[in-house]
Structures are given as C-alpha cells and as structure tokens.
C-alpha cells in the first residue's frame, strides 16, 4: 500500500495524539508485542509467580502477579497474591509500589488473617527505606539518614501492635521500634551538634530539651546533656550549664553507656533466614 505524502502526514499527527496507534503499525508492518503469559489459568500465574517469588527472580515475580491480578481480580489467590506482590514490589526495590499494595490488601481484606503481616510489611518497607546495597555489607550510622521513613515506620510498627499485640511479629516490631526511636533520637543530636558548631547555640539547646524530653533512655541523652552544657556556657547561662553537668554526672560517672548490637534473634527472623526471604540474591 503507497500513501501519498498529506495522507503519511495525517497518520503521522493521528499517532501522536492516539497511544499505540495500532492501525499505523499495522500499515508500516511494525511488528505487535507479544505476551507471553496469554492464555495462562489463574492456577499457572499463581505458581509461576510464586517459583518467581522464591527463586528471587523479584522483577518477573511482579510482573506476573499484575497479570494475575489484572485478570483474576476476584479469584481464589486474590488475597494471597496481593500479599506476595507487596512482598515481591518490596525486595524489587519499589517501596511505594510495596506500600501502594499492603494498604490495598488492608482496606480489601481487613478481617483476613493474615491482615497482620500487610500491617508489618508496610512498616518494613519504611524501616529499610533509604538503605543502599552497601549499607547491609559495611557499617553505617543509620541515625544520620534522612527521619522522616523511621519516624513513619515507628508509627506503623505501633499500629501493627496496637492492633494486633499477639501477632507472631509483635517480637520482630517491638525491637525495630527500639532501634528507631534510638536511630530518632541520634539524629536529634547529630542537628544538635551540627548547631552548636555553627554557633546556634540557642537552637542547639531546644534541640537538646527535644530529646531529653521525648527520647529518654536513649544513647541520645548522655551526647544531648553535653552538647547543651556547652551551648549555655555559650550563652552564659552558666546555672543551667551547671545542672546540665550534674545530671550528666549522677547518671553516666563512667562515661555514656557502650551501645550493643548483641541481640538474641526473633522467631520472624530465623524463619525468614531459613527460607531465604530476607537474603538478595
């Protein structure tokens, strides 16, 4: 078939304003995509998407599940697969995408059984936020990362536990709000210090009162009473630099505590370990 030369031009403004323009492709003989999951039972994605899943093949585990529920949108797996596309969005690195599909699968499914995990994941996707392929190899100061995901996973860990207090990962959550609020706080101190360098001596005091008000018994305070001992002598306030001294000194005589990272492994941990979900392959 020849096309004079107006006729090519308004096919050519038609496409540009029609996506995919299927009848110019045709015509210039472009080849059409195939898919290659087409006329797949909702039993075969399912599996297939699962061996994905397992095998750490999480970009192909993904692509398969929207396929699932893009045609089964109401079958047998629907719940179950919408769990393990959160899963499967969260180890492809697609943090939104994860939490985008966690709160899908709550408000859906609210009293399904397995509601907990949703709640948990969506917390761990925000406590991971942030950390890069060489953080999980080389030691990094957590607290010195943008607060913003901790401070928004601690509040989805306490919901999780608010809601759920016997959940099998109650454990698991407790102790990653401990490590947050810890991770919090430093970061509290680390502006509180970045003040006090520059001379803002006031602001390095409020941020101080911030954490021994919200954020005590933290390995914040003992870095927080110094830093504001310093910061009043700056401003001569030399009788709240004094008190600042003394309940630095009653409470850390030795020195601030040595922080540890010995910690006896949860039952959610060494499950996952086992089965390879929390290793990148």
């Known amino acids: 078939m020849r096309l004079n030369t107006k006729t090519a031009i308004l096919l050519l403004l038609l496409c540009a304003v ?5 009848t110019l492709s045709n015509l210039f003989g472009e080849k059409k995509e195939t898919d290659e999951y087409a006329g797949w039972s909702a039993d075969k994605l399912y599996t297939e998407a699962k061996h994905a899943l397992m095998d750490g093949s999480y970009q192909k585990a993904v692509t398969i599940y929207e396929k699932l529920e893009a045609r089964y949108p109401f079958g047998k797996y629907s719940s179950q697969a ?5 899963y499967a969005y969260y180890k492809n690195d697609e943090p939104d995408s994860a939490i985008a599909a966690a709160d899908r699968f709550i408000s859906l499914s609210p009293r399904n059984p397995h509601v907990d995990y949703a709640y948990y994941l969506r917390a761990l996707v925000n406590y991971n936020r942030g950390i890069s392929f060489l953080d999980r190899f080389l030691p990094t100061d957590t607290s010195q990362r943008d607060p913003a995901p901790a401070k928004e996973a601690h509040q989805q860990f306490n919901e999780l536990l608010t809601k ?3 959940s099998m990962y ?3 959550a407790r102790q990653r709000m401990t490590a947050l609020r810890n991770n919090i706080a430093m970061y509290e101190a680390h502006v509180a210090e970045y003040y006090l ?5 006031v602001a390095a005091a409020k941020r101080c009162e911030t954490i021994l008000r919200d ?3 933290t390995p914040a305070v003992p870095e927080a009473l110094k830093i504001q001992e310093e910061a009043y002598r700056q401003l001569n306030l030399n009788e709240l630099a004094d008190a600042a001294a003394q309940i630095y000194a009653h409470n850390y005589p030795n020195g601030p505590p040595q922080p540890t990272e010995v910690r006896e492994r949860t039952a959610v941990e060494t499950f996952w370990d086992f089965i390879g979900l929390e290793r990148d392959n």
């Open 18 to 22: 029609l996506p995919g323009c299927s």
């Open 82 to 86: 919408q769990l393990d596309m959160a």
């Open 164 to 166: 759920f207090p016997h």
């Open 170 to 172: 109650a454990a698991d």
């Open 197 to 201: 360098r520059r001379g803002a001596y």
């Open 215 to 217: 954020y005590q018994r």
